[in-house]
């Protein structure tokens, strides 16, 4: 039986934008290499998130703030948008606007000198953190300040939405601005958005020999102990929770191959403190499949305002023939359904068949770079599709030798 979460994520939603908490449109650029800079600005940060155009929780600062601890290196900034209050309600600034940046190889000298988004190996969505009643004027003061104070040529951004509000304002600018973008790479992966209650999703989007399977199996490992499924959500069972995930993340193959975040200590060491800090804000939970009380298999999702993250999932590799991880993944279904989450990423490659195969619909992502200065900045951009094919082809020459 599912253990009822003892907080409900309704206190959790965005709320609305008091009127004496708008910003001026004045703003100011500046770009944060300091941990303690990032951690003094966290309360205006999280109003950040829950008035930003698209919320996302790879940039929330319970989870990029760690990330930057054990990550970053010196070529990583943290990019903020800054403005007065526009009723004089406070002498300190409104965050506008957030995106982490480093500084991109210099492949073709000056033709792509530029600033990209940092993505490190944990982040599974680089969508600037943009507030929703001045989006488009704090992009047009990044892209602004980037060209004449940075002297980047162009902004490459990774893993951001293509669709929503966020497209809709980066569509805006990027015409208001007359450039035209170089789009690399377009992309879905499964996400979830309840229906009415949890029958109604299974019998839409799960097919039959997939519930039928799961239920054959569930059977047979019900033979081996007793199975119970338990959500955990708070601070006191984070030690414990840790241990268990990077336990069983490393017994499989992820473990054999090196790559399991047990394996590697700034992996170890951030989702730790990752974990620490969000199980305390009430931000995650690890959803855990137990057979006679031990875990087979977790699920840690991220939450807030309604809207979850699917960040990392772990089985136990020596019970594979029962698909523990699938059992969670089902289970989880139901668990989105009582906690009433709007909207729910999956994280997951776009061929991740497993996940694919459950979760009914999907989001769009794409890469690009956006010109953002002169003659030489849209010229750059525009031969960059050139510069793609001559790669390819020499690297298609290079494998046929």
């Known amino acids: 039986m599912i253990q009822k979460l003892t907080t409900s994520l309704d206190a959790d939603r965005r709320i609305s934008t008091p009127i004496d908490d708008s910003p001026r449109h004045e703003f100011s650029v500046r770009l944060i290499d300091s941990l303690e800079e990032l951690e003094a600005l966290e309360d205006a940060w999280q109003r950040l998130m829950d008035t930003a155009v698209h919320r996302n929780l790879m940039f929330d600062p319970d989870f990029l703030i760690p990330a930057f601890k054990h990550f970053a290196d010196g070529a990583v900034q943290v990019l903020i948008v800054e403005a007065p209050y526009r009723n004089g309600f406070s002498t300190s600034a409104v965050l506008c606007g957030l995106l982490p940046l480093k500084k991109q190889p210099n492949r073709f000298r000056s033709l792509t000198s530029g600033h990209e988004t940092w993505i490190h190996e944990q982040c599974f969505d680089g969508t600037p953190l943009l507030r929703d009643d001045c989006a488009s004027e704090v992009l047009h003061a990044i892209c602004d300040h980037l060209a004449t104070q940075e002297k980047t040529i162009s902004l490459r951004l990774d893993t951001v939405s293509n669709e929503g509000r966020f497209a809709e304002v980066l569509t805006n600018v990027l015409r208001e601005r007359h450039v035209s973008p170089f789009t690399r790479d377009?992309?879905?992966?499964?996400?979830?958005?309840?229906?009415?209650?949890?029958?109604t999703y299974f019998e839409k989007h799960v097919s039959k020999s997939v519930a039928k399977t799961q239920r054959r199996l569930s059977r047979r490992l019900e033979e081996r102990g007793a199975v119970s499924l338990t959500a955990y959500r708070d601070?006191?069972?984070?030690?414990?929770?840790?241990?268990?995930?990077?336990?069983?993340?490393?017994?499989?193959?992820?473990?054999?191959?090196?790559?399991?975040?047990?394996?590697?200590?700034?992996?170890?060491?951030?989702?730790?403190?990752?974990?620490?800090?969000?199980?305390?804000?009430?931000?995650?939970?690890f959803l855990t499949v137990q057979l006679d009380g031990q875990p087979i298999a977790m699920l840690c999702d991220l939450y807030s305002g309604g809207i979850g993250y699917s960040f990392k999932t772990a089985f136990d590799d020596s019970l594979r023939e029962f698909s523990p991880g699938m059992m969670a993944e089902l289970r989880n279904i139901e668990y989105m359904h009582d906690l009433g989450i709007e909207f729910m990423d999956s994280c997951a490659m776009p061929e991740n068949q497993t996940i694919n195969r459950i979760w009914g619909q999907r989001r769009r992502f794409q890469n690009l770079t956006i010109p953002l200065g002169g003659p030489l900045s849209r010229l750059s951009v525009a031969a960059m599709p050139l510069l793609k094919e001559i790669r390819n082809s020499l690297r298609r020459r290079n494998s046929s030798k």
């Open 186 to 199: 377009s992309y879905t992966r499964a996400c979830l958005r309840p229906e009415f209650d949890a029958e």
């Open 235 to 285: 601070a006191d069972s984070a030690t414990t929770m840790i241990e268990h995930f990077l336990r069983l993340e490393a017994s499989g193959w992820k473990g054999e191959s090196g790559t399991a975040l047990k394996c590697q200590t700034a992996n170890r060491e951030f989702f730790q403190e990752m974990v620490e800090r969000c199980l305390s804000k009430e931000k995650l939970s």
